[in-house]
């Protein structure tokens, strides 16, 4: 129907080879795109705030940690300790006088390096014993995090960040925090929607499905799972740091614990391993279903239901739940499957069926 | 070309399947309209070229197009005169039928033993348990050599023997079997082929065999199907088969005497039935 | 193409909430919003403390309102995760509320910049940074409760009047490892320099159910006195343990987390003689509990179960309602006309002037410089039913512990920009 493919013939292979070939994929990323420049304009300020904006920011840092888990085939358990290293070197650096487009360097340098370290461990284990190895970094983090002062701020725990100033100019409130998170996560979309057709991609691609098949065509496993866990890490880094810099505005070691570690996991699985727009899916299912689904049981606990204080706090954890699961047994492959059977759907339409 | 219905007449089919359609994830169709019988005790080959359906086609008997998001989404199959559709890849062992993955599938870290006791979970009598085994070694006595060696360890053509006895193990009435003559040396090929008749004469075990080696295949079978591009192209007694010019030519490599009008004719009819 | 539009509906379903407009504002209502953890961590304490704080409401709206204005609390969960109280928040203050209360320590630390940049009065009963008690620096940031230095140093100081004097005594404080459990390891340090005791500092992980490789180590100290401080599953766990290392049960001490249901979880009569920091009177005896049952409760317009009313930490709902109540009322003598928001209340809050709501609560001052209000408590004694307090209304070492907050304060001044 609106997925038309007739018609469409290559003369070259960039053309095959680029990111929408679809008429219509191209005018809804336009549209997509232009709908998030204008947000501001759009939204009230609490849904700018608080839905929009961490949205957009825990994509970015869902986005790194799909390329790792999606791209790469390496589990992570300890994301949130990456983002953490992120958030703390930025803030300090730029406590420290130091630019916050520097700052925003250093925090993905620090990740990186030591998500680097922890992530030598893949090089001997994989699959579960990978998982506890990651897991040890979320605790190791925690801790030097947690009883170093120097790093934590003290008694009081928390830090807060300075305003970030691009060139020199302080961007306050929501909305400046808006476009820094929305400028960074299009650079890191365009960066995992590419990572397919690079030699690295296909790389990680090759390692995840198996490693020593991948060797003996001379992908070196050692150089490209480093390169993964780096790049991933990287990410993970800027991510903590924009989460602290334009939506937290402190930074305390409660905001990187282990169940952070676990939503990032589940926003992958949930929205579809190695899927970009099942990652910007999954955030937001992840994130934003707990918040919306108890303003819901307010708003009808207020219109009259007789909903006792209790029921009224745990019914929206229970749909939660319920949600995720009824998502996952609709489709195992995440929520992005969802899309792309609609999408194969139509692409076939009028006719049921297309030749394999 | 051939009469389709292949089941002798009077006695009913042990398996018939009935113009099924598979499609996979929704809307890759894999299998447009297959119907074949297999007759009680009777050994037919299902051949055909690469992704001309064939496993699809076992695979929607056994059950296990689920995982691989397949379905089927017309027609039917039916054992001993029962539906199969709608029900579990263990029901359908239990009524009798088994199937043979191609590539062996064999339990790497157990012993051919332990792999052959792991198909007799829905087995309650334990003495029963040993004479089946003891059966299996008989019909296999290159495993009762290795009972002890992990499978793992085993050779391509020994794995290959394991998994079909281990498949014995369920006393089925039809053996469904997926290119058992995979990777193996044309002697190992022989070997089993012998040993299958062996079983399929003393336990008159019903034998479907999907085969890429139609040669050695037609040489075992009572019957044969053929199926090209998702549909069955042509059916009959084995010896029919094998002497169709067509069939000489494509997959026979008979290219001595070569009809080349006779190949064009049979290519645009193939193309006209898809 | 049906899981498609299930999943469309689900999404359609999600997003209802967001398009709902609040409820147009209705003149003449003051709204005070408790987000509150129903759900993860704080739940040993939420269910009361609020069920205690609306039934102190209800009792000011069903006689009349403050000059006929009423009061409407709105209820939430944040289940303690930072990212849902900052939506709690932003959604309470565009629905109007000029006070929130979240009750988390995670929560309020980091709702503390929004509520400064916002002009929203954060309350941080028993939670929060102590040094926000410098109303200087924080200046809509208010504890109104006395802060865990406070408790300590009260305890303390109880303990040196029961021995006399405290030189060569041995004390543990045994805690939990987070920033809420170190918080006052300064103050021990500065309190053992003082009263010249050998302290020894024992953190256990967080929560606390697995404690029994820390006491092995207390028990080899032979402690004099062992303060625990934790909170929710910690700290029954803590005084079984301190039992069954050989302490005894009336040298066991701890602040205000201690209440009828972790007695009920180490033996009533096990637990006799255990002493914690009070902030209010105990059970249901006070004038004001009295009222709220025969007013509300037994009206049928209570918020929660009868038997739950009077136990600590419902009291301690009560006095947080009360002082935030009372604050409304100084902010409508100051300002009659409004307009009714934040800052307006702020100005109520900061003129509460020794308040102490018929003796269940020690006279509390609140000025713009103390947001603390005195730092006064009970010591109370475990008598195998219910809690005893030992002592009147006190408070010890101020001095000390307010050149603390003032570093702090100083500190987050300089750096916190």
């Known amino acids: 129907m609106f997925y038309r493919q007739a018609g469409i013939r290559y003369t070259s292979y960039p053309a095959e080879r680029q990111l929408w070939p679809l008429g219509i994929e191209r ?32 994509s970015i840092a869902a986005l790194g940690l799909n390329l790792l888990m999606g791209g790469a085939g390496q589990i992570h358990l300890g994301y949130a300790a990456v983002m953490a290293i992120g958030a703390y070197s930025a803030t300090h650096a730029a406590r420290a006088g130091l630019p916050f487009e520097l700052s925003l360097l250093v925090a993905g340098l620090a990740s990186a390096v030591i998500g680097v370290i922890f992530g030598a461990a893949a090089l001997r284990i994989r699959g579960l014993y990978l998982a506890i190895a990651t897991l040890a970094m979320q605790y190791i983090v925690d801790f030097a995090i947690g009883h170093i002062p120097a790093i934590s701020g003290g008694t009081q725990a928390t830090v807060a960040t300075p305003t970030p100033r691009i060139l020199g100019i302080p961007v306050e409130g929501p909305v400046g925090g808006y476009y820094i998170a929305l400028v960074v996560c299009i650079v890191v979309t365009l960066f995992m929607l590419n990572l397919r057709r690079t030699s690295f991609g296909r790389a990680l691609a090759a390692i995840r499905e198996k490693d020593y098949a991948a060797e003996i065509l001379g992908i070196s496993a050692f150089r490209y799972k480093l390169m993964a866990f780096w790049t ?29 570690s676990v939503q990032l996991v589940a926003m992958v699985i949930v929205g579809g391993l190695g899927s970009v727009l099942g990652t910007f899916l999954g955030a937001a299912l992840i994130l934003l279903a707990p918040l919306a689904l108890s303003a819901l049981v307010a708003s009808l606990a207020s219109s009259g239901l007789p909903i006792g204080s209790d029921l009224r706090a745990h019914l929206p954890l229970v749909l939660y739940g319920a949600l995720i699961v009824g998502f996952l047994i609709a489709e195992p492959l995440g929520l992005a499957k969802l899309y792309d059977n609609a999408r194969k759907y139509l692409l076939v339409w009028p006719f049921r069926h297309a030749r394999s | 070309m051939g009469d389709i219905s292949t089941a002798a007449a009077g006695s009913p089919p042990i398996l018939s399947v009935n113009n099924i359609e598979v499609v996979y994830d929704n809307v890759f169709l894999a299998v447009k309209g297959v119907s074949l019988d297999v007759a009680e005790g009777g050994v037919v080959a299902l051949l055909g070229a690469n992704g001309a359906g064939k496993s699809t086609t076992l695979k929607a008997i056994s059950g296990l197009l689920k995982p691989e998001r397949g379905a089927v989404t017309r027609g039917d199959i039916a054992f001993r005169g029962e539906s199969l559709l709608g029900l579990d890849p263990p029901d359908r062992v239990r009524l009798g039928l088994v199937h043979v993955l191609e590539g062996r599938r064999v339990f790497e870290h157990l012993t051919p033993r332990e792999n052959l006791i792991a198909a007799t979970s829905m087995h309650r009598d334990r003495r029963g348990v040993k004479d089946l085994i003891d059966r299996t070694f008989t ?39 997926d290119e058992p003559s995979l990777g193996l040396s044309p002697l190992l090929v022989d070997e089993i082929f012998d040993i299958l008749r062996k079983v399929n004469a003393e336990a008159g075990v019903a034998v479907l065999l999907v085969e890429q080696n139609a040669a050695a295949a037609l040489d075992f079978v009572d019957q044969a ?13 084995a010896a029919t088969v094998k002497a169709n010019p067509d069939v000489q030519a494509a997959y026979l490599g008979g290219g001595h005497q070569v009809d080349y009008a006779a190949v064009k004719h049979y290519r645009q009819r193939r193309r006209w039935l898809s | 193409m049906l899981t498609t539009i299930r999943a469309a509906a689900c999404a359609a379903l999600a997003a209802l909430p967001l398009l709902a407009q609040p409820v147009m504002a209705q003149d003449k209502v003051l709204k005070f919003a408790t987000p509150q953890d129903f ?21 000011i709206n069903e006689r009349g309102g403050l000059g006929g204005i009423k009061i409407d609390v709105l209820v939430s969960d944040h289940g303690n995760a930072i990212q849902r109280g900052m939506e709690a928040f932003e959604r309470s203050t565009r629905d109007g509320a000029i006070l929130v209360d979240p009750l988390s320590t995670p929560v309020s630390r980091a709702l503390v910049t929004r509520a400064l940049q916002d002009k929203v009065n954060l309350i941080t009963t028993m939670s929060g940074r102590s040094d926000a008690a410098d109303g200087t620096v924080f200046p809509y940031v208010l504890p109104m409760s006395p802060s865990y230095w406070s408790q300590v140093a009260r305890m303390v100081d109880y303990i040196r009047q029961e021995e006399k004097d405290l030189k060569g005594k041995k004390l543990a404080y045994v805690y939990i490892d987070t920033p809420f459990g170190r918080e006052s390891l300064p103050l021990w340090e500065a309190l053992a320099k003082k009263d010249g005791f050998e302290l020894q500092t024992y953190p256990y992980a967080p929560p606390g159910n697995e404690q029994s490789a820390v006491w092995t180590q207390v028990r080899r100290f032979r402690p004099d006195w062992v303060f625990i401080g934790g909170g929710g599953v910690g700290q029954p766990v803590s005084i079984k343990e301190a039992i069954r290392n050989g302490i005894r049960v009336d040298r066991i001490a701890s602040w205000v987390w201690l209440s009828e249901s972790d007695m009920d979880v180490v033996g009533r ?88 709501l018929g003796g269940f609560l020690p006279p509390i001052t609140i000025t713009p410089e103390d947001h603390q209000g005195g730092g006064q408590g009970k010591v109370a004694r475990w008598d195998g039913v219910k809690w005893v307090a030992v002592t009147g209304w006190g408070a010890a070492n101020q001095d000390i512990i307010w050149e603390m907050i003032r570093k702090q304060a100083a500190e987050f001044k300089a750096t916190g920009k």
């Open chain 1, 27 to 58: 005018v809804l990323m336009g549209l997509i795109l232009a709908l998030a420049l204008i947000a501001p304009a759009l939204l009230s300020p609490l849904l700018l705030s608080s839905y929009l904006l961490p949205w957009v920011i825990w």
């Open chain 1, 232 to 260: 991933s890490s990287f990410i993970g880094g800027v991510a903590g740091a924009i989460l602290v810099f334009c939506y937290y505005r402190s930074v305390s070691p409660e905001q990187f614990h282990l169940e952070t």
């Open chain 2, 139 to 177: 019909w296999f006595p290159r495993l009762a050599e290795r009972a002890k060696a992990k499978a793992g360890y085993l050779s391509g053509g020994e794995q290959q023997m394991l998994a079909i006895g281990r498949a014995l193990m369920t006393e089925p009435k039809l053996l469904m079997l």
């Open chain 2, 225 to 237: 199907y053929l199926v090209d591009n998702g549909r069955v192209v042509m059916g009959g007694a």
């Open chain 3, 39 to 59: 759900t993860v961590v704080y739940t040993f304490v939420t269910a009361e403390y609020n069920q205690g704080y609306r039934d102190y409401i209800t009792l």
């Open chain 3, 269 to 356: 009569a096990e637990a006799k003689g255990v002493l914690k920091f009070a902030v209010t009177e105990q059970g249901a005896d006070s004038k004001v509990i009295k009222d709220i049952i025969a007013e509300v409760v037994d009206k049928g317009k209570g918020a929660g179960p009868k038997d739950k009313v009077g136990t600590s930490y419902y009291n301690v709902g009560v006095m947080a309602a009360a002082l935030a109540a009372e604050g409304a009322r100084k902010a409508l003598e100051k300002n009659p006309t409004g307009p009714f928001t934040g800052e307006w209340l702020n100005a109520g809050l900061t003129s509460i002037s020794k308040f102490d």
